[in-house]
């Protein structure tokens, strides 16, 4: 099992998935870099986090240890209203006060995080420094944060400087308690960190060194000195989260089950092929990406009822009066009672869209009218596949956003958000970039989306002859600004050698029009 490994891109999906449900934000994005530790920027709906690969331990604790740390950052974007940088003293103790204020609350909602807490709070004590590595008085910072996180210190420090280290502590987690039983928030906490510097004895703008998690990362930890550390941190957390097995905690038993079923699912895909299918054809790159800004709600679900009801031939109405239903009458003179029909679509459709500049200013109402669709047709279970075209550094790209082999899912939708509409219409070469995909796949429609004439009308004659010479059926949709104008991009499509040619002037209009050319 560990011979297979979560990739960036999955655990994006995942992280995504986890903190928006954690968290109750689904605006938040997820970002993985190697460069700085894992954090949270609220102003930016973004929480940046430390990749596997730079964790300690083995593939399965290290993937326990990212859980645990997005369920700190989903929990800080639901309770912090600010998180400061840890650079100075004032900062780092204010985010370590919240770090316990969050865990408290957010263990009251989620009560089967504690031995999650437990076993990520070994790992965090195990990846940070020794005492004696630490100089001057962020030496007395560092101890405050393993005693107040971890009720453990590493090494020794001077027994007049650990007693402020116990009576800060003290005050720490007095005001925590307040500030949980009576509401309080951030603001009313960051207020209470300078009694705990002046107790401290240190500078609020002291510099506290960087200590990472990923400094140790691939150090070897055997099972037994886990496991002791492990029982140092669940005795002196007892209080908190009660008697825990240590034994039972190390093996993450239910945790396990969850990282298999991972594991099973990114190798169905992974022997799938997630790469681009063809020589020239890339894959957009899904980090840093808010895709949420593309999905009209209302429109799909609007969509989904629609063809929910077309689907099962039953039309529900939700009324404040009606006549009162006989049914044991009605089924002595009706039988059968019911039928059930399930339409179903068979037609195997390709889609390409285009992003050519010319789409630029109209380009998110766009992306959410063609993501509605995709979003219906994944609902409908049919066989679709994904593609766009776009100008970049000069050069015509072409994109794959959704492979007929992969399933429609926030990943995909994350490469459709990040595709930018910019260059020409360069229609014959994105067919004859495609050209190998099509006559492999055979798709029953190949549908061009496109609002402005090709470079070469006479190329694309060609290219849309020998696509039909495939048994492919050649599709067209031209999208205008107003009637008149989709009326002519229309007209204009039907010189090009399409079997049947389209338009709209409506966006929102696109996903209905795309369905009603599918055989049923």
Not at 6 to 32: D, G
Request: charged share 30%.
């Amino acid at each position: 099992m560990q011979t297979v490994k979560l990739q960036n891109e999955s655990l994006v999906e995942i992280a995504t998935f986890l903190v928006r449900r954690w968290s109750e934000k689904n605006n938040i994005i997820i970002e993985i870099s190697d460069k700085v530790e894992t954090k949270t920027r609220l102003k930016e709906h973004k929480v940046i986090l430390t990749p596997l690969e730079k964790r300690i331990g083995n593939d399965f604790q290290r993937y326990r240890q990212f859980r645990t740390s997005l369920w700190y950052e989903a929990m800080r974007i639901k309770h912090c209203k600010k998180i400061l940088s840890n650079d100075h003293a004032f900062g780092f103790i204010l985010n370590t006060m919240e770090t316990q204020r969050v865990e408290e609350l957010g263990r009251k909602i989620w009560r089967g995080m504690s031995e999650e807490i437990i076993f990520n709070h070994t790992f965090m004590l195990i990846s940070r420094p020794q005492l004696h590595t630490v100089y001057g008085k962020a030496r007395i910072v560092e101890a405050f944060y393993q005693y107040f996180m971890f009720g453990a210190i590493k090494g020794e420090i001077q027994s007049s400087n650990f007693e402020k280290i116990k009576k800060a502590t003290k005050i720490a987690k007095y005001n925590i308690n307040k500030a949980i039983n009576e509401n309080l928030e951030t603001e009313w906490l960051e207020k209470k960190v300078t009694e705990i510097i002046k107790t401290l004895e240190i500078d609020s703008l002291l510099t506290i060194p960087i200590s990472l998690p990923f400094m140790k990362a691939g150090m070897p930890l055997s099972e037994e000195e886990i496991l002791k550390v492990l029982k140092v941190i669940s005795k002196n957390k007892e209080g908190e989260h009660g008697t825990v097995d240590p034994s039972a905690v190390l093996r993450g038993d239910d945790i396990y089950d969850e990282y298999k079923l991972l594991l099973e699912e990114f190798k169905k895909t992974e022997n799938k092929g997630l790469i681009p299918e063809a020589v020239g054809i890339q894959t957009p790159s899904t980090r840093n990406v808010d895709e949420t800004t593309i999905y009209d709600m209302n429109l799909i679900n609007g969509l989904k009822t629609k063809f929910k009801e077309w689907k099962s031939g039953w039309k529900e109405q939700h009324l404040k009066s009606g006549d009162e239903f006989d049914e044991e009458n009605y089924i002595e003179g009706n039988e059968p009672f019911f039928i059930d029909i399930k339409k179903s679509i068979k037609t195997k459709i390709v889609i390409l869209l285009d992003h050519s500049s010319s789409i630029a200013s109209d380009a998110i109402e766009y992306k959410k009218a063609t993501l509605a669709l995709c979003e219906v047709l994944a609902f409908l279970k049919v066989k679709f596949a994904v593609y766009a075209f776009s100008t970049q550094d000069r050069s015509m790209v072409c994109w794959s956003i959704k492979p007929e082999n992969i399933k429609w899912n926030n990943i995909t939708a994350k490469r459709l958000a990040q595709v930018i509409a910019n260059g020409s219409t360069p229609l014959a070469e994105v067919y004859d970039k495609m050209f190998p995909i099509l006559q492999s796949k055979r798709p029953d429609i190949f549908l061009t989306l496109t609002d402005g004439e090709p470079s070469d009308p006479n190329a694309v004659r060609n290219m849309t002859k020998s696509l039909k010479g495939l048994g492919i059926s050649m599709v067209a949709m031209g999208l205008g600004s107003n009637t008149v104008r989709a009326i002519t991009i229309a007209n204009n499509l039907r010189h090009l050698g399409y079997e049947k040619t389209m338009s709209v002037s409506r966006l929102k209009d696109i996903p209905s029009k795309v369905i009603g050319i599918l055989d049923v």
